[in-house]
C-alpha cells in the first residue's frame, strides 16, 4: 500500500494543526490501554486480533504488505494525543491533521535520528496507516462497530530540492474524540519508551490503566490477561512472559507480584511502588524477597490445585468496581475481604473494600 496525500475534501474539512510543544508530558488514551489492539511482536503479523468479552468486540486486521501495527507504532499515537492535549490545555486549536518534523516525533518517544530511524518511522506509519480497526467501544448503538485505521492519511513534505521537511498525519475522529475527553486520556510515566520488550509495553499499560495510583492495588487472573493481550503465544508461553516481568520488575512506578488462590487459579498483582520506584524482585503475595525457582512451588510452574501461598486467609479484593469487564466471572460476595473488628466487647463483621 502506499502512502496516500490528504485529499481535496480532507483538506477542506481539516485545519492544519502544527504539533509546537517540545517537551509535553506523555499521554495515552485509555481504551488503548486496556484493549488489545496491537502485536506485541516486531515480527511481521498478518493474522487478525479477534476479542469479544462482556460487550466489548474488537477486531484488527493487518495488509501481507505491511503488516499489523506493533505496540512500539503505537509510540507515535502516544505522541499525537499528548500533542494535541498539551495544545488544547493552552487554550489553542487543534485538528486531526498534524504536522511534525520526524526529528520532533522521534526524539519524544526516545528514538534515535538517524537515517535508519526515520526509515523506520516511516515504516512505522505505513503499518498504522495500513492497520483496520472495528470495535463496539464507545458506540451508542448497541452491536454497532466503528471502522477506522491508525492513521487515515499521512504525507511526507519536501522542499524543491527533494529534502524531507516534515511529516503530515491524519488521526481518526476515534482516536482524537478519545484524546480530547479529560476521562479517557492518563499521563504515563516517560520511562515507558524505554522499555524494549513488547509484553513489558503491554503489561504497563493495562497495569497503569486498571491499576492508576490505587494504594492498594487491583490483581488480574492470568487467563484473563491472555485474552487482553491478544497475543499469538501460547498461554503457557504467555504465563512464562509474565513470571520473567514479576521477577525482572521492569514496569516504573509498580511492584507485581503473583498470587495463587485455592483452586489453582494464578493471579497477577500489582501496586504502586513506593516513591514511584520498581520492586526488586517479588514472586509471591505477602513476600518481598526472590523465591529461588526450585523452592516449594517455582514461580515458573503452574500452581498445583488447591495450593495458596497468601499468608492471609484470602488475596485481595479483584478490581470489580472499576473495571467490570475485566473480572467479569466473579460474584463480588466470593471476593471481598472480610475482617473482625470489637465493637463494644461484641464481635461485628465489615468489609475492606
Same mark, same amino acid.
Given at each position: 500500500?502506499?502512502?496516500?496525500?490528504? @485529499?481535496?475534501?480532507?483538506?477542506?474539512?481539516?485545519?492544519?494543526? &502544527?504539533?509546537?510543544?517540545?517537551?509535553?508530558?506523555?499521554?495515552?488514551?485509555?481504551?488503548?490501554?486496556?484493549?488489545?489492539?496491537?502485536?506485541?511482536?516486531? $515480527?511481521?503479523?498478518?493474522?487478525?486480533?479477534? &476479542?469479544?468479552?462482556?460487550?466489548? *468486540?474488537? #477486531? *484488527?486486521?493487518? *495488509?501481507?504488505? +505491511?503488516?499489523?501495527?506493533?505496540?512500539?507504532?503505537?509510540?507515535?499515537?502516544?505522541?499525537?494525543?499528548?500533542?494535541?492535549?498539551?495544545?488544547?490545555?493552552?487554550?489553542?486549536?487543534? $485538528?486531526?491533521?498534524?504536522?511534525?518534523?520526524? &526529528?520532533?516525533?522521534? @526524539?519524544?518517544?526516545?528514538? /534515535?535520528?538517524?537515517?535508519?530511524?526515520?526509515?523506520?518511522?516511516?515504516?512505522?506509519?505505513? %503499518?498504522?496507516?495500513? @492497520? @483496520? *480497526?472495528? !470495535?463496539?467501544?464507545?458506540?451508542?448503538?448497541?452491536?454497532?462497530? +466503528?471502522?477506522?485505521?491508525?492513521?487515515?492519511?499521512?504525507?511526507?513534505?519536501?522542499?524543491?530540492?527533494? %529534502?524531507?521537511?516534515?511529516?503530515?498525519?491524519?488521526?481518526?475522529?476515534?482516536?482524537?474524540?478519545?484524546?480530547?475527553?479529560?476521562?479517557?486520556?492518563? !499521563?504515563?510515566?516517560?520511562?515507558?519508551?524505554?522499555?524494549?520488550?513488547?509484553?513489558?509495553?503491554?503489561?504497563?499499560?493495562?497495569?497503569?490503566?486498571? /491499576?492508576? %495510583?490505587?494504594?492498594?492495588?487491583?490483581?488480574?487472573?492470568? #487467563?484473563?490477561? &491472555?485474552?487482553?493481550? /491478544?497475543?499469538?503465544?501460547?498461554?503457557? #508461553?504467555?504465563?512464562?512472559?509474565?513470571?520473567?516481568?514479576?521477577?525482572?520488575?521492569?514496569?516504573?512506578?509498580?511492584?507485581?507480584?503473583?498470587?495463587?488462590?485455592?483452586?489453582?487459579?494464578?493471579?497477577?498483582?500489582?501496586?504502586?511502588?513506593?516513591?514511584?520506584?520498581?520492586?526488586?524482585?517479588?514472586?509471591?503475595?505477602?513476600?518481598?524477597?526472590?523465591?529461588?525457582?526450585? !523452592?516449594?512451588?517455582?514461580?515458573?510452574?503452574?500452581?498445583?490445585?488447591?495450593?495458596?501461598?497468601?499468608? $492471609?486467609?484470602?488475596?485481595?479484593?479483584?478490581?470489580?468496581?472499576?473495571?467490570?469487564?475485566?473480572?467479569?466471572?466473579?460474584?463480588?460476595? +466470593?471476593?471481598?475481604?472480610?475482617?473482625?473488628?470489637?465493637?463494644?466487647?461484641?464481635?461485628?463483621?465489615?468489609?475492606?473494600?
Amino acid at each position: 500500500m502506499t502512502k496516500k496525500q490528504p @485529499t481535496t475534501s480532507d483538506r477542506a474539512q481539516l485545519e492544519l494543526f &502544527y504539533a509546537c510543544s517540545a517537551d509535553p508530558a506523555p499521554r495515552d488514551a485509555q481504551d488503548l490501554m486496556a484493549y488489545p489492539f496491537f502485536s506485541l511482536s516486531k $515480527s511481521h503479523r498478518v493474522k487478525p486480533i479477534d &476479542y469479544a468479552v462482556a460487550g466489548v *468486540v474488537i #477486531r *484488527v486486521e493487518a *495488509v501481507p504488505e +505491511h503488516g499489523m501495527a506493533t505496540i512500539w507504532d503505537a509510540d507515535i499515537l502516544i505522541w499525537a494525543a499528548s500533542q494535541l492535549v498539551e495544545a488544547r490545555d493552552a487554550g489553542l486549536r487543534t $485538528s486531526r491533521l498534524m504536522a511534525a518534523t520526524p &526529528y520532533e516525533i522521534l @526524539t519524544f518517544i526516545g528514538r /534515535g535520528v538517524s537515517a535508519r530511524d526515520y526509515m523506520r518511522l516511516k515504516a512505522a506509519l505505513d %503499518r498504522l496507516q495500513s @492497520t @483496520t *480497526v472495528a !470495535t463496539t467501544i464507545r458506540q451508542p448503538a448497541s452491536g454497532r462497530r +466503528h471502522r477506522f485505521s491508525w492513521i487515515n492519511e499521512w504525507v511526507e513534505r519536501t522542499d524543491h530540492a527533494g %529534502r524531507p521537511l516534515g511529516i503530515e498525519l491524519i488521526v481518526p475522529d476515534w482516536f482524537y474524540s478519545a484524546v480530547l475527553d479529560d476521562t479517557l486520556i492518563l !499521563t504515563i510515566d516517560p520511562s515507558y519508551f524505554s522499555l524494549t520488550g513488547g509484553f513489558d509495553r503491554w503489561l504497563y499499560r493495562i497495569v497503569r490503566k486498571h /491499576g492508576g %495510583r490505587q494504594r492498594g492495588g487491583w490483581r488480574f487472573e492470568f #487467563r484473563h490477561l &491472555y485474552l487482553k493481550s /491478544g497475543s499469538l503465544s501460547p498461554f503457557k #508461553r504467555f504465563a512464562f512472559e509474565l513470571r520473567d516481568i514479576v521477577r525482572r520488575q521492569p514496569l516504573p512506578g509498580y511492584i507485581l507480584s503473583i498470587e495463587f488462590e485455592i483452586g489453582g487459579k494464578t493471579l497477577l498483582a500489582f501496586e504502586p511502588a513506593p516513591c514511584g520506584k520498581t520492586g526488586d524482585g517479588l514472586v509471591l503475595s505477602g513476600t518481598r524477597p526472590i523465591v529461588p525457582s526450585g !523452592t516449594g512451588v517455582s514461580c515458573y510452574r503452574e500452581p498445583k490445585s488447591g495450593l495458596t501461598h497468601c499468608k $492471609s486467609d484470602e488475596n485481595r479484593t479483584l478490581n470489580l468496581e472499576s473495571n467490570p469487564e475485566s473480572n467479569f466471572c466473579r460474584a463480588r460476595d +466470593h471476593v471481598e475481604n472480610r475482617v473482625e473488628t470489637r465493637v463494644s466487647g461484641t464481635a461485628e463483621t465489615r468489609n475492606d473494600r
